[in-house]
């Protein structure tokens, strides 16, 4: 069933999201609190539907099954426009893009710049169904490769010594700044790999696409994205 009649049939929006997303679907360990840009985006879209909206909890390990096997609607979590899940997945018009930075920790001897990440001993982690990981694996030459899988974090692993320093995004980074005062970011001297996100929905399905790209255009048009974006620190992102 297309998507629209599906969603008109259910009477809802099901909208998978990753919630360890920090700025985009951070769900807030103490409150339980789901915040971000894309919590603050999809309760739009439900809104311009007129449907109530249901949160399907996913990772970017599982992104492409949730979203072919139609457990959800649409995936609203920064998803990077990869080769990879452009095979499996359709894109919506861009609206968020971002570099990749490095995470050490401030005591680290081995990492203290960016050009000290891909040299002969140092350990790399990138979190598993990431964009950095296939990244990563191409452009590591000298450095190894180490993927973190739940229930693994690349914090824990860092901060235990097992790896040097971690990959991660724009949006990431800043949990990390804003709440980690023993890590330190590592920005590229010039542009890495600057990557467009949008939303990703099942391929095939023209109509629904269309609709989800006029609300991007809508929320660029009208101001939703930029104040959104606002609210949570990441108007050095948005896409325009």
């Known amino acids: 069933m297309p998507a629209l009649a599906r969603i008109k049939a259910k009477g809802e929006l099901a909208v998978c999201i ?3 997303y920090y700025g985009i679907t951070f769900r807030n360990p103490y409150t ?3 915040t971000g840009i894309d919590v603050d985006l999809s309760a739009a879209l439900a809104k311009d539907l007129g449907v109530p909206l249901r ?3 996913s990772t970017f390990s599982t992104l492409i099954d949730d979203v072919t096997k139609v457990r959800c ?7 990077g426009v990869t080769p990879q899940r452009s095979e499996r997945l359709a894109f919506s018009t861009p ?6 930075y490095g995470v050490t920790t401030r005591s680290s001897r081995v990492v203290r710049r960016w050009e000290d990440i891909d040299q002969p ?3 790399v982690a990138v979190q598993a169904g990431t964009f950095m990981e296939p990244v990563m694996t191409e452009r590591l030459k000298q450095a190894r ?3 973190i899988r739940p229930p693994k974090t690349r914090e824990a692993e860092l901060s235990a010594g097992r790896v040097d320093v971690f990959m991660t995004d724009y949006p990431y980074s800043r949990r990390l700044l804003e709440n980690a005062d023993w890590m330190r970011l590592i920005a590229p001297p010039k542009p890495f790999h600057v990557l467009p996100y949008a939303y990703a929905v099942r391929p095939g399905d023209d109509a629904w696409l269309a609709r989800v790209n006029s609300f991007v255009a809508a929320i660029k048009a009208d101001g939703r994205l930029a ?8 108007t050095d992102i948005v896409a325009r």
């Open 55 to 57: 949160y399907v909890e």
């Open 18 to 20: 990753w919630p360890d």
């Open 121 to 123: 001993g140092v350990a």
């Open 227 to 234: 104040a959104a974006a606002r609210r949570h620190g990441l």
């Open 95 to 100: 609206y968020l893009q971002s570099d990749i």
């Open 145 to 147: 490769l180490i993927v």
């Open 73 to 79: 609607d649409i995936a609203m979590f920064a998803i």
């Open 32 to 34: 339980g609190q789901l």
